[in-house]
């Protein structure tokens, strides 16, 4: 005969189911409207990245780095969507998910958390088509460090929730800010080194270029990826310090609006 204690289930693995049912109702909505909705999702950013590999292979023939500009492009446009992709879809988490918050197991995090996983196992699946693509077409060679790739892709994945979760909080109480981070956010692109290697520039405009910590999450990817490159820019801890303290940050804010919610 069981007891009232036997009958009480795991709450880590009641919490893991909540968020594995997000995950898949995130999916539904996001890509159930379209036919193979979640076969495009995968196939227009690595169909869109090799169209504009293509385009730019004629105009720039040879990379920083390498013999390849396809991959060196990707290695810096696929982390930088990861990066944007999470920081902007996690800033309208709330308002989307709003019916479900009235549920007594589901919490602002599990919602947030139900569209992470969502996304970064999305972009995983995109890393490796297209680098495994590269790879057959010889256009590409095996990372020298899997290991250190594969943790540039997880830091950069959560600094863009550390973002996009402060990010959600700050639309909360001032819904305009999703206009003005569209506005502030744009140079990143430019200033990423999706394009060019930090290492390449004057000491006195690296220093400016390092306040920049997805420059560093694309330049770790690189580290691990080719053979002989050396940044004399990537900071690790000052990488993981802006992971943390961003993260800090959205979970603190995030406890004070649950709190005044109740």
Known sequence: MSTAMDRIENPLLVKARVISALVLREARVTFGSVKLGYFWAVAEPVIGTAILTMIFSFIVRHPPIGTSFALFYATGIFTYQLYRKMSGSLMSVF??????????????????????????????????????????LGLAHFPRRLDIVLM?????????????????????????WKRIEGIISRPLFFISGVFFLPSQFPPEVRYYLSWNPLLHAIDWLRVGYYPNYNSLVLDLGFLWFCVALFLAIALCMERLYRKHRV
Not at 156 to 167: A, F, K
Not at 168 to 174: C, D, G, P, S, Y
């Open 95 to 136: 308002a989307a998910n709003r019916g479900l918050l009235g549920y007594p197991l589901v919490t602002e995090l599990d919602v947030v958390f139900g569209r992470f996983f969502l996304i970064f196992l999305t972009y995983i699946m995109i890393f490796t088509i297209f680098f495994a693509a590269l790879i057959l």
């Open 152 to 176: 540039a892709i997880g830091a950069t994945g959560l600094l863009g929730l550390g973002v996009g979760l402060t990010n959600a909080m700050i639309m909360v109480l001032w819904p305009t």
